[in-house]
T-cell receptor, first 114, second 115 residues
Framework: QKEVEQNSGPLSVPEGAIASLNCTYS??????FFWYRQYSGKSPELIMS????GDKEDGRFTAQLNKASQYVSLLIRDSQPSDSATYLC??????????????FGTGTLLAVQP | EPEVTQTPSHQVTQMGQEVILRCVPI?????FYWYRQILGQKVEFLVS????????KSEIFDDQFSVERPDGSNFTLKIRSTKLEDSAMYFC?????????????FGSGTRLTVV
């Protein structure tokens, strides 16, 4: 069973701080990794993707990938109350078929305190 | 920005009834998916669809479920005889490429409530 593990939180950080969200995955063959943000009652929104070991920065967001440790993280700098949401880690599982399948973690609830 | 459109946003149905959830994927996308999320649980893969046929399905996607792309634009999920445990948010997703996969665009979801 291919799994994606996240700490469910809540992770509480003060406004302006760095929020650090972590994820581990079990499938060593996975090559692409995604972070989605989900507000309560809404659909997941893609915020970052990462495919190579190392860091990838996009605005206030930095994704980090370590395939040897099977570990993905997301850093949010200068956290804002509007960043308060559940952050879902998703891993693309190679199925051998024509399509891609994402396996999601349970998500980490982030609460940014004003 | 292109969107994946889902209708209805909320559907209430009686146990045993058939429901059809509808999705209009992004127009130039070729790969289509249904996921579901039971309240408080993780987003789960149901089925993927490409070239007018199912590419992969999960254990959840049993004989009560079917998908169809009836007219080249809509992509539907049918549940033949709903059960209480089918109550969930159902998300449609599409992607433009399989080899150069850059993640899905999800629709806004249909909340299905079975009573």
């Amino acid at each position: 069973q291919k799994e994606v593990e996240q700490n469910s939180g809540p992770l509480s950080v003060p406004e302006g701080a760095i929020a650090s969200l972590n994820c581990t995955y079990s499938d060593r063959g996975s090559q692409s990794f995604f972070w989605y943000r989900q507000y309560s009652g809404k659909s997941p929104e893609l915020i970052m993707s990462i495919y190579s070991n190392g860091d990838k920065e996009d605005g206030r967001f930095t994704a980090q990938l370590n395939k040897a440790s099977q570990y993905v993280s997301l850093l949010i700098r200068d956290s804002q109350p509007s960043d308060s949401a559940t952050y879902l880690c998703a891993v693309n599982i190679l199925t051998g078929g024509a399509t891609n399948k994402l396996i999601f973690g349970t998500g980490t609830l982030l609460a940014v305190q004003p | 920005e292109p969107e994946v459109t889902q209708t209805p946003s909320h559907q209430v149905t009686q146990m045993g009834q058939e429901v059809i959830l509808r999705c209009v994927p992004i127009s130039n996308h070729l790969y289509f998916y249904w996921y579901r999320q039971i309240l408080g649980q993780k987003v789960e893969f149901l089925v993927s669809f490409y070239n007018n046929e199912i590419s992969e399905k999960s254990e959840i996607f049993d004989d009560q479920f079917s998908v169809e792309r009836p007219d080249g634009s809509n992509f539907t999920l049918k549940i033949r005889s709903t059960k209480l445990e089918d109550s969930a948010m159902y998300f449609c997703a599409s992607s433009g490429s399989s080899l150069d996969f850059r993640g899905y665009t999800f629709g806004s979801g249909t909340r299905l409530t079975v009573v």
